[in-house]
């Protein structure tokens, strides 16, 4: 028996459009702790990892660690029939190939349960290692995805350039060419507004637009994104879920081809 | 000389945009007592009532029966044009083989009249006999057009049940199955969002959902709606426009093939 | 060195849109009275003449006559990506085949430059004589929008009469005909919204809708227009923006066939 009730239903589908341009299929893990995904996009590019803690919901019960293998898309259209202000519970068992969306309405009136079949998907869990990161910058989400948007409408990349000065996005392509840049601000009125860089290291690092335009898709989830870059490894662009989980993107960045200026080393 | 003036024409277009999709070409039928049209969509399936009182007009003026043919497409772009705070008025004659509409700004500084052809339409004029319903449910207009469309996602039919303990829709389709559950609620804080339900016999009836989808664009007319139930016969689902007329929509239930489990016939 | 500030940046994005249906390819002429466009649509139909006063720059600096030639849908690109608070800047020298967009958040925090490369682009400047107009109507900007919109509905032309008693737009197609009459109003309470007929001579010519439809963008640029008159003389729809400069559309009126009742001299 697996059953989570979440009071706001309405961070389910927040969640769900946030990833399902990512990962198709993907495998829910329910365990004590919690409920965790991990998934690659189709061309083993970016990789998503959401963790919701058990303590979210109320009540959670997981008799014995269970994995349910769902289409996104399936998943998006079950919960676009909750309304924002349902709760939703999350209900099988270890014997049923099925898994109930349940939506109740705030005055328990209106009660909707769909049934969604469970799929095989096969699946490795990569383990993710802990690590220092050259530098993190955090910012306001929606700024963040108003650069990624805005730069895309140049080129299919941007460079992304962290010193102790600031945070530089640049893009160019066949009409011209873009950069962005803000100033760390830690005096801003509304601390969601502020821009902060921990540097240890400078970096200058390049990564394609059409992936980090999916993550920002989870802009509404946070008001805060973290962007965490180290040479020659994957950005990390994280939102955090209330006090109650994360979603993580992981991004490797592009080689530039040797007759280009542009590398991927630190200036 | 047939003259009708609508204080409140925006009503007009709301007519029109929620019958458009089931009746493409329809006869207007004025007479002394109003205006009524009846129609059905071009596969047969499904049927338009509509009747709107000689009195929710000022002037009203019928010298003698007349039938005007008008497309509902052309009729939607005409009634496009006028502002929502419009008087209407819809003029022709006898001989004439146009009919006028005239918008009205309220300041009386705009005027603007469209005429269209008529055209000649054949129609046969289908008695709908009174009957006595087995189950007849009153329920908020919003919430049964947002039930029609969520249950879409799944399936191309609903079952509809009515028992005393509430009303069941059901659908069901390759990804999985939904239901919806409705309580009667008659102590709700608005009366518009009570839910009623009179049952003289519990039902069980499919209908297909390409057809509520369109008789619930009529949604902006009421704030209730009015589902009529009988075994082996079609539904009536009722709109009622003001204190003026009512808009009224039949469809025939599915009949389930042998080999499935589901019948029309009630449990 | 040429350098252009403007501090209301969005002023910019709103003339792009305004222009960039109708003039794909432009010379903008920098000189010391300020930025000067003029420009024809593809098929030699209509005129797009704008001006912006140097004094509506901040600061404005223009050391030698220079010309700008830029993509209007590659413009438009860019301007999308600056803030409606941003102030624009725009950069260039002489020597360079480049022109720089900078947009500054009003908190300085974030800065965006944009580089455009200049294009070699054909144009004569045609001399727009001064002249004496038969009829010349003020009114609200988005109601002649809304005219133009809605006549689009029934044919492509518009008839448009002006005389003592107000001004006529008239349109008929294959569906019927379609007829606005405005009264000059001259009462209203906010200024805005009247209506201004000046009459020397009344008018009846005739003109195509798609041009005006493209015109019509500009509505967001002013609350009125003013639509100039002259028998057998291109009509000219002007936009004030603000007191800085002007935005003029000039259209030559049809000339109906032989065989058609209607005429372009006046009745």
Redesign the interface.
Known sequence: MFEARLLNGSLWKKIIESIKDVVEDANWECSGSGISLQGMDSSHVALVSLHLKSDAFDPYRCDRNISLGL?ST?LS??L??SSNDDSVIIRTSEASD?VSFIFESS???????????LMNIDSEHLGIPDMEYDSIVKMPSN?FQRICR??S??GESVQIACTKDGVQFTSSGS?????????P?IT?ENLDDT?NIELNEAVLLTFALRYLNFFTKATSLAPRVILSFKTEHPLVVEYQIQDIGYLKFYLAPKIEDDDTKQTTTPD
């Open positions: 289409s399936n259209k079950i676009k029939c099925n005055n328990s009136e209106k009660v909707s349960q769909f049934d969604l079949k700024e805005d730069l409408l140049l009409i011209g060419s873009g950069k962005i840049s803000l100033r601000n801003a821009v």
